[in-house]
């Protein structure tokens, strides 16, 4: 956990460094050596602020929303495929689906307890983004799980020994990708937080500890996402330097949308996941079960003639 918490930290400098150079100018550079204190010296100053509780707020839900939100963040990391016996999760991608699915009512109650209409607004879109992308984010796991024959992410690794499933999934991979953008609450779908019409979204009445909170639970999920992607998509040798270079280079990606795309507009992102990636993702699920079976089929004819 203070593994993730000091990765979130310069995960955050990445990306400031990044956009920084995406619109032209430095980022930070001036605390200490080219900005490497630059996460601790924000942390320092975060903490140190006051904490101000709206008057009309609903005080208990208001105040441990933020924690559960870092609390599913952060417990979402036993998933992790060890090669070693000390842990073994069977179950990964399922409980990874369970939690991604509870990271929604935090920012739902984060909004709605803020008694506030900018905050309530931003709760209730991230609702409504939420049932339009999970349909098609499950039905794209579904794929890879039909394939693989497993929820554990170990398989994954020797699925993948010869030939990445980027390879065979690719337009599903995209899809996949641009729902985990939505997932993590990223530009282009950054539709909860939206600064330019919600000035802030859900998060706009948190200061001080509960930003913080907020802001460490949504970068950890996007290091997940990146590491679950990596892990999906290109194979998961845990014990190789290349993997990790492919996750930051995921995680990249992240920055890179962010600095490049603009929000999109509310309605479509309901047309593109109801009329574009549910279809797609139908037809993939229902291409890959008939292959199963075909191949599970002419497995048993040769074991019978054999």
Do not use: H
Request: aromatic share 24%; net charge neutral; glycine share 6%.
């Amino acid at each position: 956990m203070v593994l993730v918490l000091v990765g979130v930290a310069f995960f955050v400098l990445l990306e400031r460094k990044v956009l920084g150079y995406i619109q032209i100018r430095k980022g930070p550079n001036k605390v200490s050596f080219l900005g490497l204190l630059q996460p601790f010296s924000d942390a320092i100053k975060l903490f140190t602020k006051e904490n101000i509780l709206p008057m009309f707020s609903n005080f208990i839900p208001y105040y441990f929303s933020p924690v559960f939100n870092l609390f599913l963040s952060l417990i979402i990391w036993i998933v992790i495929p060890y090669f070693s016996n000390m842990f073994i999760y069977m179950l990964g991608l399922m409980f990874f689906l369970c939690c991604a699915s509870l990271n929604v009512y935090t920012i739902m109650i984060a909004g709605w307890s803020s008694n506030s209409n900018y905050a309530l607004l931003g709760g209730l879109r991230s609702v409504a983004q939420t049932i339009s992308y999970e349909v098609s984010l499950f039905l794209i796991l579904l794929s890879f799980i039909v394939l693989s024959g497993s929820y554990y992410l170990i398989d994954f690794y020797y699925f993948q020994f010869f030939c990445w499933y980027f390879v065979i999934f690719f337009p599903l991979c995209l899809c996949l990708f641009s729902s985990f953008l939505a997932d993590t609450n990223r530009t282009p779908f950054d539709f909860a937080e939206g600064e330019s019409e919600l000035v802030s979204g859900f998060n706009v009445e948190y200061s001080s500890g509960g930003f913080i909170l907020i802001f460490l639970g949504e970068y950890s999920m996007i290091l997940f996402m990146s590491l679950l992607s990596c892990i999906l998509f290109f194979g998961c040798d845990l014990f190789s330097l290349f993997f990790y270079i492919k996750m930051i280079f995921l995680s990249f990606l992240f920055i890179w949308v962010r600095g490049t795309l603009p929000r999109f507009r509310y309605d479509k992102l309901m047309y593109l996941a109801w009329k574009c990636y549910l279809p797609l993702s139908l037809n993939y699920l229902i291409f890959f079960v008939g292959f199963k079976l075909l191949i599970v089929s002419l497995f048993i004819y040769w074991i019978k003639i054999s």
